[in-house]
RNA sequence: GCCGAAGUGGCGGAAUGGCAGACGCGGCGGUCUCAAAAACCGCUGAGCACACGCUCGUGUGGGUUCGAAUCCCACCUUCGGUACCA
């Protein structure tokens, strides 16, 4: 019966097989250990992409085996369904957002069910549901009911293209994220989440092991940074109230020779004097003008303009003027600074060009500071200039002068951080409305919760100019105020769909649950995520945001624990055959699909996973595919066609092939632990060469052959699932291969009785000894002297040391 | 500019202080075949010897060590992040 290994035989097969057993469906009552393993999901974009695959296999690796070292293992699968693309594809085709959504959702299934993934489908999660949403706006109410959203008029990032507002994280080099459109500066009414509440706590990551690279990125985005916040003076009548600025040196106040405030800042029209108006007001146009990029290319030269305003520096009663200039972010701090050009690069470069003074206030070994500098230096060594503080070594400087001004309430030391609060409302239409009304009378109130979900209304027009069609349909709109009963309007903005991913691991948990996002049971069942993957690119975004969400619903009481993740794992980024990202214009996109007829799914997912470390990503080469398909025929083969089998248990051949074969466990135990994939794969060809070498060296001892095949069939089942399903039954097993306990090495078997002994003499190889293992340095250091070639190298010199490391190499130095 | 990762055969990569190039692709040779495909076996870093061998070789230059792809210093290149953040 050695019929041939036929991949879209077996493959249909087994899916359909595994979907009516629900085979990986992870029952809440289980008493096994649980574990949580979870993938991104995906936007269903209407194609399933080689990406995908890159990203979900590997990650379905992990849960598989999981599943067989005995663990209850939920591995989820869901659609980011919100989303601009689909109401673009509404703009421009007329298409209902929902219906081309919807589609798309239907089409990604089947695609995603080729993969063979041990998904649990029952607890699909789809963000567009009214049954999900319903909990995204109500998970948004709790923000607002604990003080952690707001409504603020800002200056917003607004994408033309995409006719949008973006929160910080989505824009990239003053770009928008998803449509490339350069982003401009707008003053608009918009809803925040105070993310910057935790932005101390989201610098820490005690308990959970996730990647250095993503911390040291979020935390670079977090960006704290140590100072203080002095008050100046306003040098004008009738100004009572105090120019607060943020200095990381306040070390450097008295070299403060000129203040400089952002454009933008309040007091901006309050300070300037009739001189100086025009020129002020055509500064603070111009900045409005200016694009983002524009703005903060650090190449440019700085520009500004002085107020006319002047204010007193609290440390020596200065009078220094206030100059207005772009390089100062409203933003940032207090959207002021004190200048002290001798101690700053920027500072020095304004005070340059528009001959302000520069006072060091602190000598240098190397800079004269009784004559002009010529350049900033940022650091030196004692203080002076400086009144009282002359002498003070720099390491004490900051926290003597803070101390001093805290003492006489000129300031206080303070903690400035780079983050900003989350943008979360978007002029769209697909996306959660945010449940809220706005009456002339009462003022914004919250939709009430037996209200929820306020559901998109349905057969909307969208127009051309991108225009949100919430904000023409007037029955939608128009609603009673909910506290008066009043005429109101609904809140006509959509949540960023940030959103709805910040919080979908939790509802995988209870995904029909009616009542509440997911009840208590469900969350101690299931939290936290023991191993989550997923691309890097969202370091800032959604892997923040879910981080800060988490920490916020764990202090209104629902979870428990202060992260959402234990493990996280980036994968890299899978590009095609040419080495370049996989695009249409390229012309070298891979399709799964394709592939998938081709050579099958577990071949598929095999390569992705050979071609090198999963956290590198790299070029997919689908010639390589005949290396992986070769070694499944292979597998197949030994299974189907077995050599002659007799009882030769204490046969040197029997003892070598147990051998092969417990030190494959424990290879590829380790290998699989830490998702080095590559290397998993060609430990087990090797494995399988060694069967295929012991079948043709003639007849075989029953009891290790078995051992053999069976082994290479389970170790392989959680790379390729199809086909070691089909081997598993075929060799008389029962239903199924998945479920059964992951091989366990006999650690005596895999020990090598004889050993490799690298024989050196200064430091070059000069010959090799096998010798039983464990043998002594004595005994080996005979061995290797009595070698022809090592007597030659050594012959007439002395021998002044010797370096062993056992059963690995002696290392003779003459 | 700053932070981080990486540079190894024709190609993807392995080896994280101890035999560089595991495993795979590609290439060359062979077995089987009327032939081809498939499968299987052998060889495949460079140079010299073309046999036993020898020398060189992991981005570049230095260092530490009996011994360095691996550790340290400087530099070059590529990729990712970030960038007037006071």
Known sequence: MADRYEPHVIEPKWRARWEETRLYAAPDDDPRPKWYALTMFPYPSGDLHTGHWYAMAPSDVGARYRRMLGHNVMFPMGFDAFGLPAENAAIKRGIDPREWTYQNIDRMRGQLRLMGASF?????????????????????????????????????????????????????DGRCERSDDVVQRKMMRQWFFKITAYAEELLRYDGIEWPERIRNMQRNWIGRSEGAHLDF?????????????????????????????????????????????????????ATARASEIDRLSTEREKTGVFTGAYAVNPFNGAHVPIWIADYVLVTYGTGAIMAVPAHDERDFAFARKYGLEVIPVYTHPNVDITTPIAAAFPHGTAMANSGPFDGTPEAEAVAKVVAYAE????????????????????????????????????????????????????????????????????????????????????????LDTFMCSSWYQMRYADPHNPERPFSAEAARKWFPVDQYTGGAEHAVMH???????????????????????????????????????????????????????????????????????????????????????RWLNRLWSLVVEPPSLIDLPDAPATRELRRATHKTIVAVTEE??????????????????????????????????????????LLTAPLAPHITEELWERLGNGYSVHTQAWPVADRALAHDDEVEIVVQV?????????????????????????????????????????????????????
């Open 120 to 172: 649990d489908w029952d607890r699909e999660v789809v963000t567009s549901d009214p049954e999900y949403y319903k909990w995204t706006q109500w998970w948004f109410l709790q923000f607002y009911k604990h003080g952690l959203a707001y409504q603020a008029e800002s200056l917003a990032n607004w994408c033309p293209g995409c006719q949008t507002v973006l929160a910080n994280e989505q824009v990239v």
């Open 233 to 285: 003076k306003v040098d004008v009548p009738g100004a009572t109230e105090p120019l607060t600025v943020f200095t990381t040196r306040p070390d450097t106040v008295f070299g403060a020779t000129f203040m400089v405030i952002a454009p933008e800042h309040p007091l901006v029209e309050r300070i300037t004097t009739g001189g100086q108006r025009a020129a002020v007001d055509d500064y603070v146009a």
């Open 407 to 494: 003492e006489r309430g000129l300031g206080k030391g303070a903690v400035t951080y780079r983050l900003r609060d989350w943008s979360v409302s978007r002029q769209r239409f697909w996306g959660a409305p945010l449940p809220f009304i706005h009456c002339a009378k009462c003022g914004t109130q919250p939709v009430p919760d037996s209200d929820l979900p306020v559901v998109l209304p349905e057969k909307v027009q969208f127009m051309p100019t991108g225009q949100s069609p919430l904000t023409l349909s007037e029955e939608w709109v128009n609603v009673p105020c909910p506290n008066c009963s009043g005429p109101a309007r609904r809140e006509t903005d959509t």
């Open 543 to 629: 892997l923040l945001y879910t981080r800060f969400f988490w920490k916020a619903a764990r202090d209104m009481g629902l979870v428990e624990g202060d992260e959402p993740m234990a493990r996280l794992f980036n994968q890299g980024v899978v590009l095609g055959p040419d080495g370049n990202r996989m695009s249409k214009s390229r012309g070298n996109v891979v399709a799964p699909d394709d592939q998938v007829e081709k050579w099958g799914a577990d071949c598929f997912r095999c390569q992705l996973m050979f071609v090198g470390p999963w956290d590198q990503g790299g070029p997919y080469n689908p010639t390589g595919m005949s290396g992986i398909s």
């Open 672 to 713: 699989v632990e830490e998702f080095r994939f590559n290397t998993m794969i060609s430990r087990l060809m090797e494995h399988s060469s060694a069967l295929q070498r012991a079948r043709e060296a003639g007849s075989v001892d029953r009891a290790a052959w078995d051992e053999g095949v069976r082994t290479a069939v």
């Open 762 to 814: 200064n430091g070059k190889v000069r010959d090799r000894l096998s010798l039983p293992a464990g043998s002594s340095e004595a005994a080996v250091r005979a061995a290797a002297l009595a070698l022809p070639r090592v007597q030659q190298a050594v012959e007439g010199r002395t021998v002044r040391k010797q370096i062993f490391v056992p059963d690995r190499l002696i290392n003779i130095v003459v």
